[in-house]
Nanobody, 130 residues
Framework: QVHLVETGGALVQAGGSLRLSCTAS?????????????MGWFRQAPGKEREFVAAISWRGGATSYADSVLGRFNISRDNAKDTLYLLMNSLKPEDTAVYYC??????????????????WGQGTQVSVSS
């Protein structure tokens, strides 16, 4: 079983920065582990649908971002540490949400479709004050 744990959420002022981490443990029934997972970050604000934030491929060579965070957020991973990161700069009040990491063991390239991800963390709260 794969477990994902997010950390790093906090209350920050607009314009500030945060780095979220997502640490993976365990393996799929086929024995695949973190280094063979496409990974993604998603977020859900109160009263809104969950939305895609960013995704990254197995080795980190391919990344994609939602338009709303492009140029401000950076997704990265350290396969030696089984950890995914999301560096968030120039935060805005509209970035306030619970942030979730997700793992897709079936594809090399991360997608923006949450339905393709099999494993999810419990989420970490990010609150941005104006």
């Amino acid at each position: 079983q794969v477990h994902l744990v997010e950390t790093g959420g906090a209350l920050v002022q607009a314009g500030g920065s945060l780095r979220l981490s997502c640490t993976a443990s365990g393996a799929t029934p086929f024995g695949n582990t973190f280094s063979k997972f496409a990974m993604g970050w998603f977020r859900q604000a109160p009263g809104k649908e969950r939305e895609f934030v960013a995704a990254i491929s197995w080795r980190g060579g391919a990344t994609s971002y939602a338009d709303s965070v492009l140029g401000r957020f950076n997704i990265s991973r350290d396969n030696a540490k089984d950890t995914l990161y999301l560096l968030m700069n120039s935060l805005k009040p509209e970035d306030t949400a619970v942030y979730y990491c997700a793992a897709d063991p079936k594809h090399e390239i991360g997608r923006n479709n949450g339905a393709q991800y099999d494993y999810w963390g419990q989420g970490t709260q990010v609150s941005v004050s104006s």
